[in-house]
């Protein structure tokens, strides 16, 4: 059993940036995949960001590219997501995720543990 407590929302102006933190406890964070997702109100789910086990292979969502970065850091059992350039679309209610494989096509598919999420609110 893993718990993911994610911290780190909060309001910025456009342009502003934010980093979120996902601490996890009750196993190494290194044994799992971690994702980002976001959802916004009377949106659905969307994927944002997702990282290796070992950092490597990290795979972003095409409209954050360049704007946002995940890492982690397993020593500390944390994964972040620092997010750049913010827009008002990027508001949303931010969650990670553990989980053991990465699926392109239905990335939350592969994730087994979620936290409750941060939000995040861009004001233009």
Do not use: H
């Amino acid at each position: 059993q893993v718990q993911l407590v994610e911290s780190g929302g909060g309001l910025v102006q456009a342009g502003g940036s934010l980093r979120l933190s996902c601490a996890t406890s009750g196993r190494a964070s290194s044994s799992y995949v971690m994702g980002w997702f976001r959802q916004a109100p009377g949106k659905e789910r969307e994927f944002v960001a997702a990282i290796g086990r070992s950092g490597i292979n990290i795979y972003y969502l095409d409209s954050v590219k360049g704007r946002f970065t995940i890492s982690r850091d397993n020593a500390k059992n944390t994964v972040y997501l620092q997010m750049n350039s913010l827009k008002p679309e990027d508001t949303a209610v931010y969650c990670c995720a553990a989980g053991s494989y990465y699926y392109p096509s239905t990335p939350w598919r592969g994730m087994d543990y979620w936290g409750k999420g941060t939000t995040v609110t861009v004001d233009s």
